[in-house]
């Protein structure tokens, strides 16, 4: 039983790294966008199932080791919870925003950009800061 937890806290720790990463190329990719269609296109396409497949993984290997724990709620336990819903939220309002963005307007991704910016790089702190505090446990 040991094994299966140790591996299963080692791949919740690889998937916090991985949100990371895919915070990390969201914000590459978006502050290298030139064109909205062509951004809308990749998001669509490759970033969001992606993002959200990282994150689902790392939000189930967390609830299958509250499960393991026999459902200890610790001070740390629930804010990695409330960090989980607040980077749902600012996902879901960063993809609303984009999917009522006109494509025709002609600067629609320069008033998109700083908007989207300050979301990714406020999910990327969050991330960062509760994987530092985890891993200083």
């Not at 919740?12 to 290298?32: D, G, Q, R, T």
């Not at 669509?44 to 993002?51: A, D, G, T």
């Not at 189930?60 to 080791?65: L, Q």
């Not at 925003?97 to 702190?125: C, M, N």
Request: glycine letters at 2%; hydrophobic letters at 60%.
């Amino acid at each position: 039983m040991n094994e299966m937890y140790n591996m299963g806290l080692s791949l919740h720790s690889w998937s916090a790294v991985a949100v990371l990463v895919m915070i990390f190329i969201n914000l590459y990719v978006l502050i290298s966008a030139k064109e909205l269609a062509k951004y809308k296109k990749v998001n669509s396409l490759y970033l969001v199932p992606l993002e959200i497949t990282v994150l689902g993984t790392l939000l189930f290997t967390g609830i299958v080791m509250m499960a393991a724990k026999h459902l200890n709620f610790t001070i740390e336990n629930i804010v990695m919870i409330l960090i989980s819903i607040v980077i749902i939220i600012l996902e879901v309002k960063r993809l609303k925003s984009l999917k009522y963005l006109s494509t025709k307007k002609d600067h629609a991704l320069a008033v998109y950009t700083p908007f989207a910016r300050t979301l990714l790089q406020i999910e990327f702190g969050l991330v960062l800061l509760i994987s530092i505090w985890m891993w200083l446990l």
